[in-house]
């Protein structure tokens, strides 16, 4: 990303450089789009490096991988908690060691498998030009993720996130190297709880709706944090436990009743990043409005 002379819409201005290629992706299109997990498609898993590549590909802005930890200290991309879905294991994938977990292959049914469980620092060290949301990661910051983390000098294309009321944004506090950070929010008052850390390189801010009345799906959040400087992200998906994006405004009602029903609807109420499954559908659409 060429990130000369890029406006500062996001963050505070003394972190301008590292939050350069963020703001670049944000100045160039009407909204960005984050592909969940990356964009696995046919043959190409998720958390995989592939699956990132391909975000590349299909024109989305931002891939997400989740991370764990082995117990001997290596970190893999899997979402834990999904073993019995994409390795056919009951095994608690967070019970092995690193050697293990390079054992462990992808598969649908017997005699199938689609690559191994990957490393991060695989997937860090081959990724494309592209900025990458680090999930589930905050479990480790305190005890050396940050740290290991530092190697890579990526901190202009990582953003990590956290849930704020757990208290995991002082490990991003202390650090040194001020990678870019997005809280996760359930109501309007979490926003105090990390906001005004001048320490903390604070560039938006994930509104996470538990619950179908959600306090979230109201333009006047959405206005408020983005006079704080910071983007608004919203998830768009479906994942079958009963939380769908905003009120309903999600991916499947995207696809089935058109992109304004849900897309367009998350745009209205001033989302700037859409999280999604589908991210070249999404992309259509963006091509469309823009």
């Not at 009345?213 to 983007?231: M, Q, S, V």
Request: a negative charge.
């Amino acid at each position: 990303m060429n990130t000369a002379a890029t406006p500062i819409r996001f963050g505070r201005e003394q972190y301008a450089q590292i939050n350069a290629n963020l703001n670049q992706a944000c100045a160039r299109s009407p909204f960005v789009i984050a592909a969940h997990r990356g964009t696995p498609r046919g043959d190409i898993r998720e958390n995989t490096l592939n699956s990132v590549l391909a975000t590349k590909q299909v024109n989305a802005d931002i891939a997400e991988i989740d991370v764990i930890r082995s117990t001997d200290g290596e970190y893999f991309a899997f979402h834990d908690g999904t073993e019995m879905a994409r390795l056919r294991i009951t095994d608690d994938i967070l019970s092995k060691t690193a050697a293990e977990l390079d054992e462990l292959r992808y598969t649908e049914y017997p005699g199938a498998y689609y690559g191994n469980v990957e490393r991060v620092a695989h997937i860090l060290s081959n990724a494309p030009d592209i900025l990458i949301n680090i999930d589930r990661s905050w479990r480790y910051w305190g005890s050396g993720f940050l740290d290991w983390l530092d190697q890579f000098h990526l901190e202009s294309k990582l953003i990590l996130k956290c849930p704020v009321t757990g208290g995991f944004q002082q490990a991003l506090h202390d650090h040194d190297v001020k990678y870019m950070f997005m809280g996760m929010i359930q109501n309007p008052d979490e926003l105090d709880l990390f906001v005004d850390d001048e320490q903390i390189n604070t560039v938006g801010v994930e509104l996470v709706a538990t619950t179908e009345d959600t306090p979230l799906a109201d333009p006047a959040i959405f206005n408020r944090i983005n006079e704080l400087g910071l983007y608004t992200f919203v998830n768009a998906l479906d994942l079958g436990n009963g939380y769908c994006g905003l009120k309903g405004m999600d991916d499947t009602r995207s696809i089935l009743e058109g992109p304004q029903a849900g897309w367009g609807a998350l745009l209205a109420l001033g989302t700037d990043v859409i999280q999604t499954d589908w991210p070249e559908k999404l992309d259509e659409y963006r091509r469309a409005i823009s």
